[in-house]
Nanobody
Framework: QMKLEESGGGSVQAGGSLSLSCTAA????????MGWYHQVPGNECELVST???????RYGDIVKGRFTISRDTGKNTVHLQMNALKPEDTAMYYC????????????????WGQGTQVTVSS
């Protein structure tokens, strides 16, 4: 069974840090393009960051310089280190995976995690 499971969300004050993790099960992880999205209630999911199977990283403008994505192929895990958090980063964060970077960019990855809440207070 293919499954993505996030962990690491929580509450933090502005300026603080959180680290999210997403573990993939049932996949050939090394082939996957991984992405993190966030969603504020009432808004669409927004792509935060991606990392390809060969480690190429991309970031949304709103998180550049603050967030870092990484992957550990041996542990089938992708991480999102979030620093200098702002109240506007408050959202549900979803891990996603696909074999196509286009599907990731279009917001239509085949596989999604259940999400983890991040709350940043001012």
């Amino acid at each position: 069974q293919m499954k993505l499971e996030e962990s690491g969300g929580g509450s933090v004050q502005a300026g603080g840090s959180l680290s999210l993790s997403c573990t993939a099960a049932g996949f050939t992880f090394s082939n996957l393009i991984m992405g993190w999205y966030h969603q504020v209630p009432g808004n669409e999911c927004e792509l935060v960051s991606t990392i390809t199977s060969d480690g190429i990283r991309r970031y949304g403008d709103i998180v550049k310089g603050r967030f870092t994505i990484s992957r550990d192929t041996g542990k089938n895990t992708v991480h999102l280190q979030m620093n200098a958090l702002k109240p506007e980063d408050t959202a549900m964060y979803y891990c996603a995976a696909d074999l196509s970077i286009l599907e990731i960019f279009l917001g239509k990855p085949k596989y999604w995690g259940q999400g983890t809440q991040v709350t940043v207070s001012s």
